[in-house]
């Protein structure tokens, strides 16, 4: 039986797809990188900073050392704070607040496993933290998803077995890290018909089976 739910946060409880992509962009053209595209930003998608910075330098016409990718890395993150500076409740998807209310009153454990650094300040900036139990996120991890580190964190920090959790997750990387991590998948989001999830849905509040997927 489900006692716990690690919900990813970009593109799960609230957008920040959008900010990705245009501090990566403003990074992309500062280095005039022209092939950037949103194709490549949905590749980002639940990835770790690094590992997207390898997705933009993919197109890059030389070779960046690892001093100069931590800048560069450090740099995009800094455009990506710039924005997250005008984030506010706005920025939680539709009745994710009502959603994660329910499923406390129904005695679940909820949990956020987030690959982003930044996660704790977006959960205060939402007005998010009051919903959750345990925060994993990057400041935890060394290992990106499709490893299942950040979740495994995650079922630690609530005291729960991975069998006994469950992930939702927009990402095909995260659906894959919750698989190897020994866990039941929620997909959701504009591809959740392509991430092989156990369950599936568009978004967490057009959810309709909570009793099967909890059983
Ligand atoms: C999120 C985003 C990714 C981002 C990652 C790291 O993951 O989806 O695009 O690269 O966080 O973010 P930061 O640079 O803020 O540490 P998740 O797991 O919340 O979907
Ligand atoms: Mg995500």
Redesign the pocket.
């Known amino acids: 039986m489900i006692k716990g739910i690690i919900f ?5 409880l609230v957008s ?2 959008e900010m ?1 992509y245009l501090a990566w962009k403003r990074l992309a053209d500062e280095l005039q990188i022209t092939g950037f595209t949103r194709e490549d ?1 949905r590749r ?6 690094m ?2 910075l390898e997705i933009v330098l993919e197109k890059a016409d030389r070779v960046y050392t690892e001093e100069e990718k931590a800048e560069l ?1 450090e740099r ?2 800094n455009y ?1 704070l710039e924005l997250l500076e005008h984030m506010d409740e706005s920025a939680v998807l539709k009745n994710v607040k009502e959603v994660l209310a329910g499923l406390k009153e129904r005695g679940l454990l909820l949990a ?8 704790p300040v977006i959960l205060e900036k939402t007005g998010l933290l009051p919903y959750l139990d345990k925060i994993s ?2 400041l935890d991890t060394t290992k990106s ?1 499709p490893d299942p580190e ?1 979740f495994l964190v995650a079922a630690r920090k609530l005291e729960l077995s991975p069998g006994q959790c469950l992930v939702v ?3 095909a990387a ?1 659906i894959e890290a919750a698989a190897a991590g020994g866990m039941k998948s929620l997909g959701v989001g504009p591809f959740y018909r392509l991430l092989h999830a156990d369950y599936e849905a568009p978004m967490l509040c057009e959810v309709q089976n909570w009793d099967e997927i909890l059983k």
């Open positions: 990813d946060l970009d593109g799960v920040t797809d990705h930003n980002q998608r639940g990835v770790s900073r590992a997207s890395a995009k993150n990506y956020v496993g987030s690959a982003s650094k930044n996660a996120c990057g998803k950040v997750e927009d990402s995260g």
